[in-house]
T-cell receptor
Framework: RKEVEQDPGPFNVPEGATVAFNCTYS??????FFWYRQDCRKEPKLLMS???SGNEDGKFTAQLNRASQYISLLIRDSKLSDSATYLC???????????FGTGTRLQVTL | DTGVSQNPRHKITKRGQNVTFRCDPI?????LYWYRQTLGQGPEFLTY????????KSRLLSDRFSAERPKGSFSTLEIQRTEQGDSAMYLC????????????FGPGTRLTVT
């Protein structure tokens, strides 16, 4: 079983749609949680951190459920420019490393 | 540009050759990480440095791979006797010690072994 699991997609949605991505992680010792965005043939870029209380950054909402070891990302009012791969990431302090899911590809269409 | 930089951006080499990549982290960051990413996968951790000390190495880092950070600033990753399976994007990231979970990535070096 992979440490971080995501549905690879692709998710094809029209502009203006709301789309949700989910992710599960297996290491209960994981300390910090993130969503990264990666455009084709580019490096991953930090989109937002994820907190148990839930947090918003503009049209992005992230949620963490530690009991279920589950992380989500909601994107409202999708635009063409949101087309990318969204990587679910967990950080384990003891190893000081980020563990990435395989990513979920989002394609927003006109 | 004060972000993480990597050189070269692309490298094509023949099987059996040695290659070396360089990473320059964000200047005030004392932690530096190497990851590898293959097509359709997320990045996988290889190794990390705090200042010049290499503190963690993944099982993915075979004995053909070696990484150094001699003065605690830039780092090099060398692959000896390259194999086709080494073809991947090699990503470098850096972070501060205080916020070690917030890692900022360079543009990567794309290696193709023919």
């Amino acid at each position: 079983r992979k440490e971080v699991e995501q549905d690879p997609g692709p998710f094809n949605v029209p502009e203006g749609a709301t789309v949700a991505f989910n992710c599960t992680y297996s290491n209960s010792a994981s300390q910090s949680f993130f969503w990264y965005r990666q455009d084709c043939r580019k490096e991953p870029k930090l989109l937002m951190s994820v907190y148990s209380s839930g947090n918003e950054d503009g049209k992005f909402t992230a949620q963490l459920n530690r009991a279920s070891q589950y992380i989500s990302l909601l994107i409202r009012d999708s635009k063409l420019s949101d087309s990318a791969t969204y990587l679910c990431v967990v950080y384990t302090g003891t190893a000081s490393k980020l563990t990435f899911g395989t990513g979920t590809r989002l394609q927003v269409t006109l | 540009d004060t972000g993480v930089s990597q050189n070269p951006r692309h490298k094509i080499t023949k099987r059996g050759q040695n290659v070396t990549f360089r990473c320059d982290p964000i200047s005030e960051h004392n932690r530096l990480y190497w990851y590898r990413q293959t097509l359709g996968q997320g990045p996988e951790f290889l190794t990390y440095f705090q200042n010049e000390a290499q503190l963690e190495k993944s099982r993915l880092l075979s004995d053909r791979f070696s990484a150094e950070r001699p003065k605690g600033s830039f780092s090099t990753l060398e692959i000896q006797r390259t194999e086709q399976g080494d073809s991947a994007m090699y990503l470098c990231a850096s972070s501060s010690r205080v916020e070690s979970s917030e890692q900022y990535f360079g543009p990567g070096t794309r290696l193709t072994v023919t």
